[in-house]
């Protein structure tokens, strides 16, 4: 964040455009966020589904043909339209608030007022700096100040906001501040702990390594609650 508003105050002699290319790469290398929402264009969504996937398929067309590779052969002819489709439908259509799940609440009528944690819910997402896949278990708690939802919008949620390009600690912060503003508390607790196939896979190469993230709101800012969340993740604080 610090290197994201540095970046903006530099004025745009042409050294420190090489600078801010520059920072802005190690940026993505180190995997820091740049903000809490994602970044998106004022006209992000003026264009149809359909008239993006029509936008996409040639710019994806082009990249395998740089490639060198021989898209009239029958395997790769597909692909194009297949990687559009599957941007724009699947992978990242949780860019659009339009697909955001409804989130109906109910009175506690039982009166329960102890934590409530969902944990192991799988999660796939995309790293906004390769467009690769990172991917893992989320774990949701919240104590309820008087509303609930149902178990399975928990997991409709985490999967809304994984349908982006993503990093870990914005994806993790998401989560937390939209069940925060639903569930009407600051109650609320996020660990995700992922797997990122652009470390593993490639740069270092480090298959072994998982990355946390957490986020602790009102009470679980306390170590008692805190300590609590943890211990039926079964993850030593
Ligand atoms: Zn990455």
């Known amino acids: 964040m610090k290197q994201k508003e540095t970046l903006l105050t530099i004025p745009l002699s042409e050294e420190k455009i090489e600078l801010s290319h520059l920072l802005i790469e190690e940026m993505g290398d180190e995997h820091k966020a740049s903000s809490v929402d994602t970044p998106l264009r004022a006209d992000a969504f003026e264009k149809t589904d359909e008239e ?7 710019h994806f067309r082009a990249i395998m043909e740089t490639l060198g590779m021989d898209l009239s052969d029958d395997s790769l002819r597909g692909t194009p339209l297949r990687v559009a489709k599957m941007y724009v439908k699947e992978l990242f259509q949780g860019l659009n608030p339009a697909n955001m799940p409804s989130m109906t609440l109910f009175e506690n009528k039982f009166q329960y007022n102890e934590m409530l944690v969902e944990k192991n819910i799988n999660f796939y997402t995309n790293c906004e700096h390769h467009f690769v896949p990172f991917f893992g278990k989320a774990h949701v708690a919240y104590i309820s100040s008087g ?15 994984s349908k982006r390009p993503q990093v870990q600690e914005r994806l993790t912060m998401q989560i937390g501040k939209a069940l925060q503003t639903v569930l009407q508390t600051q109650d609320v607790a996020i660990m995700m702990d992922a797997k990122h196939l652009c470390v593993a896979s490639r740069g270092v190469k480090d298959d072994s390594s998982n990355t946390i993230t957490g986020f602790y709101g009102g009470k679980f800012q306390e170590e008692a609650t805190k300590a609590e969340f943890l211990k039926y993740l079964d993850i030593n604080a």
């Open 52 to 58: 993006k996937i029509a936008l996409i398929e040639p």
């Open 147 to 161: 509303k609930v939802i149902g178990l399975s919008k928990l997991n409709r949620l985490v999967e809304y906001y």
